[in-house]
């Protein structure tokens, strides 16, 4: 058709395109799957055990520190890799840990390594494409960043500062970490409160598409978990004859794949059984795509410009233009740098200066705690000699009574004496 209308033909027999799928399905079981996976949150939310609980294996372990170590100061991207094999499906599975997260007092900026952690994938990615051979790209990009929030009332700050400055660079699934520790009640008032600040803010979350579920309904459903409420455990339990991963307490068990207990059935559907082929491709198609066209659009608008400022003039007046703009952008490094250094002198002294009044109302509280202790030391010393000065009154008249005691007695005993010596006289 010249118009380019596509017209729909029946047809009259078996043709054999309709096996496509299942081409599709013997190539990729052969290649095999990739999926990068991150985990961000504080130390002892259990991201370690809730992993290994997704994918009922050993494949992740905290950094623990022991009594003499200390954890890391600033925050550190590492990255491991397994492969898993199920039902003769290969998956690629790289596990991205960032040890530190908030666990220092100043978190001011450490989502920094992070963001940087991620965008060096995706430039990892634009190059490779750039290759004039590439049989096959190798896909490191991070398609989905769980992060896990710590029990309590709602957000912190540093959560939304991190989620704000990723969301446009990876797919974010906010996680409950110890959910166990909250009331049925506390946990939906807490994710409501979530939510509610989430929106507030305008943090785009990972959205999950309508058309990957049979009706509405089913999405509403799985939309209202968030943020997922999740209890992991590596410990399997006899539970009324079946055996299944739980936590036990005095007041009963917490079942790990039980909706009733927590949403770890809704998270693990999402990143396993029905949504990770579409964390791959938003992250594709959409997150990876605005990292390209920023890039591109950069050397392209600086090359253009470039050609045809170039073509107006003679190389000597080229070169002095080039030469003038290095330096200025120099000077223009140079005040970044200056401007940085006082920025973290100015952070330094405001942060020596609050350790100071800090230190100093210490000492002043030290310093008032000791006159206290001293007054009534003093108190104390003056009831003593009090105490003691009745004591010495006390016992200087026990011994004047006993003085006189002893006095009386003696002259009573003489004056008997003095009679019987009379008596004697008159019988002889």
Same mark, same amino acid.
């Given at each position: ?7 729909? =033909?029946?047809? /009259? ?5 309709? +096996? ?9 079981? =052969? ?20 992993? +290994? ?6 494949? #992740?372990?905290?950094?623990? #520190? ?27 599975? *790289? ?82 970490? =110890? ?5 049925? &009640? ?19 979350? #990972?959205?999950?598409?309508?058309? &990957?579920?049979?009706?509405? &309904? ?16 590596? *410990? ?12 036990? #307490?005095?007041?009963?068990?917490? !079942?790990?794949?039980?909706?009733? /207990? ?26 990876? !795509? ?9 050397? %392209? ?45 100015? !952070? ?7 350790? =100071? ?5 210490? /000492? ?6 000791? &006159? ?28 004047? %009574? ?27």
């Amino acid at each position: 058709d010249l118009d380019g209308d596509v017209v729909e =033909k029946a047809l /009259h027999g078996y043709v054999g395109f309709a +096996n496509l799928p299942n081409q599709v399905f013997r190539k990729s079981v =052969k290649r095999g799957f990739e999926f990068t996976l991150m985990v961000v949150g504080s130390s002892g939310l259990g991201k370690s055990t809730l992993i +290994n609980s997704l994918f009922l294996s050993s494949i #992740y372990e905290d950094q623990k #520190y022991g009594s003499s170590e200390k954890p890391p100061k600033t925050v550190e991207v590492q990255s491991s890799t397994v492969n898993l094999v199920e039902g003769g499906v290969s998956l690629k599975l *790289t596990l991205v840990d960032t040890p530190g997260f908030g666990d220092a007092i100043n978190n001011n900026k450490c989502w920094q390594p992070i963001l940087e952690y991620i965008d060096h994938k995706f430039g990892e990615y634009l190059n490779a494409e750039g290759h004039v051979n590439r049989p096959s790209v190798p896909d490191n990009r991070v398609h989905c960043c769980l992060y896990f929030i710590a029990p309590g009332h709602g957000l912190k700050p540093l959560d939304i500062k991190f989620m704000k400055k990723l969301h446009e660079k990876v797919n974010i699934v906010p996680v409950i970490g =110890k959910a166990d520790t909250l009331t049925p &009640e506390e946990c939906v008032e807490f994710k409501a409160n979530v939510m509610r600040q989430i929106e507030e803010n305008e943090i785009k979350i #990972y959205q999950f598409p309508i058309e &990957e579920f049979e009706d509405e &309904e089913e999405q509403q459903d799985l939309q209202a978990q968030l943020p997922f409420a999740v209890v992991g455990s590596n *410990t399997i339990l006899d539970v009324n004859g079946k055996k299944m991963r739980a936590r036990m #307490y005095p007041w009963g068990i917490a !079942e790990v794949e039980n909706p009733d /207990h927590c949403d770890f059935i809704f998270l693990r559907n999402l990143l396993i059984r029905t949504h990770m082929q579409d964390l791959k491709d938003v992250t594709n198609n959409s997150l990876y !795509e605005n990292y390209r066209c920023q890039k591109l659009a950069a050397v %392209t608008s600086v090359s253009l410009d470039s050609k045809v400022a170039a073509s107006n003039r003679n190389p000597l007046a080229q070169f002095e233009i080039e030469k003038r703009s290095h330096q200025e952008a120099l000077k223009s490094m140079m005040a970044d740098l200056e401007k940085t250094l006082e920025e973290r002198v100015k !952070e330094n002294m405001e942060g020596m200066e609050n350790h =100071k009044k800090e230190m100093q109302t210490r /000492h002043e509280a030290a310093q008032r705690h000791i &006159e206290k202790i001293r007054t009534e030391l003093d108190g104390k010393k003056k009831e003593l000699a009090e105490q003691m000065k009745l004591l010495e009154e006390l016992q200087l008249s026990t011994n004047i %009574t006993v003085n006189n005691s002893t006095t009386s007695l003696n002259s009573t005993k003489d004056k008997s004496h003095s009679k019987k010596s009379k008596g004697t006289k008159k019988l002889f």
